[in-house]
């Protein structure tokens, strides 16, 4: 029974990181196509599935546990799912304030060609889904390929920063158009950054290591 029940949490969480994955590319795609409406969908219609999905899937986890009482790995996929859960909710409020700044630049001149931030998005993106593929298979080293791949986002990030100081200097007119741009590009790396974190969660899942901070920790067997 619960093995059961867990399998419908590791189907409900799946669903939910393919929402917000979904939320992410509509929001870029509309900023790059200048397609309003697709921003609209991210803002009026997933939003609130992303939500409610992510009050569905706390209860799922507290209801198991108050039932089950699991042990050992079962315990830790739930406790990891209940945090995988909140990462997944942010990630979709994120996916949210990059719809909000596209709905202000595609109504407005571009400062320079979107070069760099569509492959930050590319990367970022596939970092996520990426976390969502480990946690499914259960690989641990794919889900340490994700958290390495932090840097790549990061210096994309860095670099969009100084061309727009260079814009902004040159240009202050551009300089609120500069600010949603560089919004965009924080909110993907902050999307990054949870992304790893769910690809150390995986880790943590299937080896019972920990390997935030730096620390590679191996937890007593059977321990939680």
Do not use: W
């Amino acid at each position: 029974m619960l093995a059961e029940k867990l399998n419908k949490l590791k189907e409900k969480i799946v669903e939910q990181g393919n929402l917000v994955e979904s939320m992410i590319e509509k929001s870029i795609r509309g900023l790059l196509t200048r397609d309003k409406a697709l921003l609209i969908d991210v803002l009026q219609v997933d939003e609130p599935r992303a939500n409610e999905m992510e009050i569905e899937i706390d209860e799922m986890c507290v209801n198991l546990i108050a039932r089950f009482h699991p042990e050992a790995k079962d315990l830790r996929t739930i406790i990891m799912i209940l945090k995988m859960n909140n990462d997944l909710e942010r990630i979709g409020d994120m996916a949210v304030n990059i719809s909000e700044s596209a709905l202000f630049l595609i109504e407005r001149p571009q400062v320079k060609p979107l070069i760099d931030l569509p492959k930050m998005a590319e990367e970022t993106i596939q970092m996520l889904k990426d976390s969502i593929d480990s946690f499914i298979k259960g690989d641990s080293n794919l889900a340490k390929n994700v958290c390495e791949r932090d840097d790549i986002v990061d210096a994309y990030r860095d670099q969009i920063l100084r061309e727009l100081i260079t814009y902004m200097i040159s240009d202050p007119t551009t300089i609120e158009r500069a600010i949603h741009i560089e919004r965009i590009s924080r909110n993907l790396e902050r999307i990054a950054d949870l992304a790893t974190n769910i690809g150390e969660d995986v880790v943590y899942i299937v080896e019972g290591k920990v390997i935030k901070h730096g620390r590679y920790k191996e937890t007593e067997q059977g321990g939680v």
